[in-house]
């Protein structure tokens, strides 16, 4: 991934490719996207990410052209669209069903853009077997869409999208539709073919760990709001709220009171008769606010014995273990009936594993491992 | 039947006209007899009467030629029962079983001998001439009060059909009726079964052929009683019935029924029972109650034709008997012809003949 | 067994309903015609025993077929049909077409109403609402006293008992035929296509042409067969609402029929009409099949 390198989003001299201004998009009585403000810049590889109905798609439709917001504007390189027909504007979109044209084949399916900007024959041809190259497609090109598979499908659709070299390439759900394995291939040529075509891709999806793999830059969204907008490792690691916490990853959730005890060092009051957690935080806190601490389970270690230089450490009991092959997870009963996740990495065979069922085993983290959250 | 023959056929024999014996089937044109006469006849004979109507007379003739048509009396007109006696489609009457045969009336008998001879299959029900119908009001506007309204001219003349054509002008689609009448106009024998002699017809009626609307059997009736159309070469009886519903309807349109001062086709519709009619017997004794002078006189009082019958015509009201678009006066009856029909290869050729007038091909 | 007699079913059916009677006709249009009952010659006469049938087979002959060659009627008739045909399966064809593409773009909710409202003149008999045209279309009909009085025209058009009326008898009794199976193909046309044609630079119009056309083809073509095929035969709309000057094989095949008796040159007339028939219909169920397997 380039983001150490590429993060024009952190350059104030950087001009945005798109940018939502307080866009609202109102459909009747339901708000779909809520005075929403977005920079989007050039090369990025942008995921909207959130649960169905968070008004993901709708961003996208109105980047496309299918829907024009309510209130406020969207730029394309400092033109306001919102005028412009989708078929006016230099924005492409992959569709989740790929949309393919089934009495076209291949070849036609991705000239079909071409031919409408009355390219010249030799180069259109030219165009198309760059992209049948490109994805891979040359020996399916006079085949019928419904005579290939769906990852074939899927390749065509992005092929036929890319074809006319669009400013700004949607990507609907791009691979709901293919299984798991097929999803993760699939994943790393997108990510490959956005570097070689320097194409700005937005990619909407409701599936985290694809939003983490492929963008540069991740949004939450909930409720026609972006929650937190920043690089899938800040995501994952400083998310801003419990929503996003929650929603990427798997993360263990902590209420209490945090009291200031050191610079940027906060400790936690969380259960009656427990000893106070520590964590950091670069946000202040006052005296006595209520707040979360969220923990992600594979920075919790397990262990039988009570770890000597622990900042945080909590006794408990195995309660249950999911065992996913690499990965093993506790789930561990504090005395309180509260459960926190630990996860472990299956570095011997499963019959040397060393702790079962209802044995008495301590977690523990670092002060910098968590999260502090305002409640 | 006896029950000594009693075998398996006479079994089925029995069971059928056991089923039939109190039925009579009869099969008559629509809108042809005072519905209060097929009570009547129930009431008098204690049979149950099935009551059919149609409205062509190829559609008659091709349920008596296919055969099993199940029906005990049917009326075909003049020159279809001619061909279809010959086809072998009827049986003949048994006088002893027709009383009021004596009420019939000679001047028609002798021309409906031509067709059926000595009377032997049928006897006359109705019969009418074939004429003009004209919107009186609306065909005077175009050619002036004093135009003839009963001369061929007004039909036949392709000034005056230019100038009708708009009004709307109706022939009947049927060559036996509209070949004669211009074989008549054109001083020719209008019975004539020589095709080169018929093909004369084709200049006359080529010539008037694009202001004609609309060749068709039935549909004037209506077209002329709602002003529709202007004229119309179509059968009395029915334009005497336009004539009625538009006086009904109240709505300005006056009919009249003309026969042709040239000369008329005279029809007759006859009545018969088919050769394989399940109950003869019934059926002779629909044909006696008919040929009762009060009964005929009934009919003709309610549909408006002339019948032939001589005893009715006493109990006929003034204004069929008195009415000569309905009775022609003694003139116009010696200027009447009948036609006969066409062997089946003059046939094809006048039906061919009469396509390409049609349809220009 | 069971299965036998579930297959045995459909072909006895067609065997007892189609078969039969087309051999029938076939029969009587190898005979001569005859001033009987029947009106044909020769009748199979089985108690004969075996001279019989022979004589009845020796007595067929391709005569009717070829007066059908020797006069120009005959053909004209045909070609005029199919001529009709043709003109008033494209007429249905750009009627149908907006109905069907309307309905399949209405709401969800209203569609069934919209369906059924295109069925709904079934439920009446097809002969009355012929009947109702005359009254419309007629001199002294609604339309042009709805036209007189809105001052469009000073004089009636004449319009009844002409082609035009027969187009447009044609035209309202075979809509539903066309419409519903392109109904059918247009409600299955996922609407992201639509949008993709226009994301990859299409305009609307361009969009229909390029991607709504040819995709409901299927249904297009299964409707423009379902109405000209019956078109071709048609007689009662011509009849009723056309002038003398329709004409179509139909009427000559009545006129065979009913006023020269003639059977055996109408079943001629018949048989070759089925032949004509068959082009199409063979067609027809090419294309039902390659959308069955397209389906697939």
């Known amino acids: ?375 | ?361 | 067994m069971r299965r036998a007699i579930l297959i045995a079913v459909p072909y006895v059916w067609l065997l007892a309903l189609f078969l039969v009677p087309f051999f029938i006709v076939l029969k009587i249009s190898l005979s001569d015609i005859a001033l009987a009952i029947p009106p044909y010659t020769p009748t199979l006469d089985l108690s004969q025993g075996w001279a019989g049938v022979r004589d009845f087979f020796g007595q067929l002959d391709f005569e009717n077929f070829v007066w059908l060659t020797e006069d120009d009627l005959y053909w004209k008739a045909y070609l005029s049909s199919v001529k009709i045909a043709l003109i008033s399966t494209v007429l249905t064809l750009m009627v149908g077409y907006p109905i069907a593409y309307g309905m399949a773009r209405a709401p969800e909710e209203w569609r069934p109403t919209l369906m059924m409202l295109v069925i709904l003149p079934f439920w009446t008999s097809f002969l009355i609402r012929v009947y109702a045209w005359m009254g419309i279309l007629s001199n002294e009909g609604y339309l042009n006293q709805f036209l007189l009085w809105t001052g469009l025209i000073s004089t009636p058009l004449t319009i009844l008992n002409t082609q035009t009326a027969v187009y447009i008898g044609i035209v309202y009794t075979y809509l539903p035929f066309m419409i519903l199976p392109i109904y059918a193909a247009l409600e299955r046309l996922d609407g992201s296509l639509i949008e993709a044609a226009e994301d990859l630079g299409c305009s609307r119009l361009q969009a229909f042409w390029l991607v709504t056309v040819p995709l409901s083809r299927p249904g297009i073509i299964a409707g423009c067969f379902l109405v000209m095929i019956p078109v071709i035969g048609e007689f009662v709309i011509p009849s009723l609402l056309g002038g003398s000057g329709t004409l179509m094989i139909g009427k000559v095949l009545w006129e065979e029929f009913f006023s020269n008796r003639d059977w055996p040159v109408a079943s001629a007339v018949a048989v070759v009409l089925l032949l004509i028939l068959v082009v199409p219909i063979v067609l027809f169920q090419r294309n039902q099949q390659k959308q069955t397997e397209a389906g697939q």
């Open chain 1, 1 to 375: 991934m380039n983001s150490a390198v590429f993060a024009p989003w952190e350059d104030p001299q950087a001009k945005p490719l798109i940018q939502f201004q307080n866009v609202s998009k109102r459909f009747g009585d339901f708000t779909a996207i809520d005075t929403l403000s977005l920079d989007i810049f050039e090369r990025e590889f942008f995921a909207l990410l959130g649960p169905s109905g968070c008004g993901k798609t709708t961003m996208m439709r109105m980047l496309a052209g299918f829907e024009t917001p309510t209130e406020g504007h969207i730029l394309l390189g400092g033109q306001d669209i919102d005028p412009i027909p989708p078929n006016k504007r230099a924005v492409n979109m992959m569709f989740q069903s790929y949309a393919l044209f089934p009495h076209l084949s291949v070849w036609e399916n991705i000239a079909f853009g071409l031919r409408r900007d009355n390219m010249p024959k030799p180069d259109l041809t030219a165009r198309v077997e760059e992209m049948l190259r490109l994805t891979r497609l040359e020996q399916f090109a006079r085949r019928k869409p419904h005579q290939i598979s769906g990852g074939q499908r899927q390749r065509v659709a992005l092929a036929r999208s890319l074809a006319k070299a669009p400013k700004l390439l949607l990507l609907d759900e791009p691979l709901g539709a293919l299984d798991k394995k097929l999803r993760q291939d699939t994943q790393f040529e997108l990510m490959d073919i956005q570097e070689k075509t320097g194409t700005t891709f937005v990619i909407v999806t409701h599936d985290q760990e694809e939003a983490m793999t492929v963008a540069s830059r991740v949004a939450v969204m909930d409720q026609g709001k972006l929650m937190q907008v920043a690089t899938p490792d800040r995501i994952y690691e400083n998310p801003n709220s419990v929503y996003v916490a929650d929603f990427i990853g798997d993360v263990n959730i902590i209420s209490g009171r945090a009291t200031s005890s050191a610079e940027e060092t906060y400790s936690i009051e969380w259960a009656e008769g427990q000893a106070p957690l520590t964590a950091t935080s670069a946000t202040a806190f006052s005296a006595g606010q209520s707040c979360h601490l969220a923990i992600r389970p594979e920075k919790v270690t397990i262990s039988s014995e009570r770890p000597a230089d622990a900042a945080n450490a909590i006794q408990g009991k195995v309660h249950d273990i999911a065992y996913l092959g690499n990965l093993s997870t506790y789930h561990v009963e504090l005395p309180d009936g509260t459960i926190i996740k630990a996860q472990t990495a299956n570095t011997r065979r499963i019959s040397r594993r060393s702790f079962t069922w209802e044995d008495p085993v301590w977690l523990s983290w670092t002060a910098t491992a968590a999260v502090l959250l305002a409640a």
């Open chain 2, 1 to 361: 039947m006896t029950i000594k023959t009693l075998t398996l056929t006479a079994v089925i024999a029995t069971g059928v006209s056991a089923a039939y014996a109190d039925e009579v089937r009869v099969y008559n044109w629509s809108d042809y007899i005072d519905e209060e006469l097929l009570s009547k006849f129930e009431e008098e004979t204690g049979l149950t009467l099935v009551y059919d109507v149609f409205d062509s007379n190829e559609v008659l003739e091709t349920k008596m030629l296919a055969g099993g048509s199940g029906y005990d009396v049917v009326v075909p007109t003049g020159t279809f029962l001619q061909r279809q006696i010959q086809a072998g489609a009827f049986q003949k009457l048994d006088a002893e079983k027709l009383s009021n045969a004596g009420n019939l009336w000679d001047v028609i008998q002798d021309r409906t001998a031509g067709y059926d001879p000595d009377n032997a299959y049928s006897i006359n029900y109705m019969w009418g001439t074939t004429g003009l119908g004209v919107n009186v009001g609306k065909v005077r506007e175009i050619l002036g009060d004093d135009v003839q309204l009963n001369s061929m001219d007004l039909v036949l003349k392709p000034e005056n059909m230019e100038k009708l054509a708009a009004c709307g002008v109706h022939f009947l689609d049927a060559p036996t009726e509209i070949f004669p009448m211009v074989l008549q106009y054109l001083g020719e024998d209008p019975d004539s079964h020589d095709t080169d002699v018929i093909g004369k017809t084709e200049e006359v009626l080529a010539a008037v052929r694009p202001h004609i609307q609309k060749f068709h059997s039935s549909e004037y009736i209506n077209a002329l009683a709602n002003g529709d159309i202007c004229v119309a070469v179509g059968w009395s009886g029915d334009i005497l019935q336009a004539r009625d519903r538009a006086a009904e309807a109240d709505n300005g349109v006056e009919i009249e029924y003309h026969p042709f001062a040239e000369g008329s086709l005279m029809w007759f519709d006859q009545m018969a029972i088919p050769v394989d009619a399940p109950n003869p017997e019934g059926a002779h004794k629909f044909l006696n109650f008919i040929l009762d002078a009060n009964n005929m006189a009934a009919a003709s009082n309610y549909v408006y034709y002339a019948n032939g019958n001589k005893a009715s015509q006493e109990f006929l009201e003034e204004d069929v008997i008195g009415d000569p678009a309905i009775y022609p006066d003694d003139a116009t009856m010696e200027n009447l012809y009948i036609t006969t029909p066409y062997p089946a290869k003059t046939q094809r050729v006048v039906t061919r003949l009469w396509t390409k007038i049609k349809s220009g091909t």
